[in-house]
Nanobody
Framework: HVQLVESGGGSAQAGGSLRLSCAAS??????YSWFRQAPGKPREGVAA????????YYLNSVEGRFTITHDKAKNTLYLQMNSLKAEDTAMYYC??????????????????????WGQGTQVTVS
């Protein structure tokens, strides 16, 4: 049974830090990502990682503040979020895909590439 389970969300003050975790079970994926969705806004890709070569990809607004990593031994995805801002407030989801994105159609931060999703964890920054 394929499953992604997020944890680590919560509340933080602006300028603070949080770390999200996403435990994957049932399969070893090639690409993982974090998405977020704030009320009334579309879902957006925040960060992605190709565990094959370790390459990472970030939304411009989080680059330099957020870091995505993957622990292969634990098959767990992380998102370290520093220098948090109020606009980072959203529900955060991890997602996974078996292969690499077809870059002619979608990118690493495109939701269309991913077919397995977690249930989400809320992050609130005030």
């Amino acid at each position: 049974h394929v499953q992604l389970v997020e944890s680590g969300g919560g509340s933080a003050q602006a300028g603070g830090s949080l770390r999200l975790s996403c435990a994957a079970s049932g399969y070893i994926y090639r690409t993982y990502s974090w998405f977020r969705q704030a009320p009334g806004k579309p879902r957006e890709g925040v960060a992605a990682i190709d565990v094959g070569d370790g390459s990472t990809y970030y939304l411009n607004s989080v680059e330099g503040r957020f870091t995505i990593t993957h622990d292969k031994a634990k098959n767990t995805l992380y998102l370290q979020m520093n220098s948090l801002k109020a606009e980072d407030t959203a529900m955060y989801y991890c997602a996974a895909a078996v292969g690499l994105p077809d870059l002619r159609r979608v990118g690493y931060l495109s939701a269309d590439h991913y077919d397995t999703w977690g249930q989400g964890t809320q992050v609130t920054v005030s």
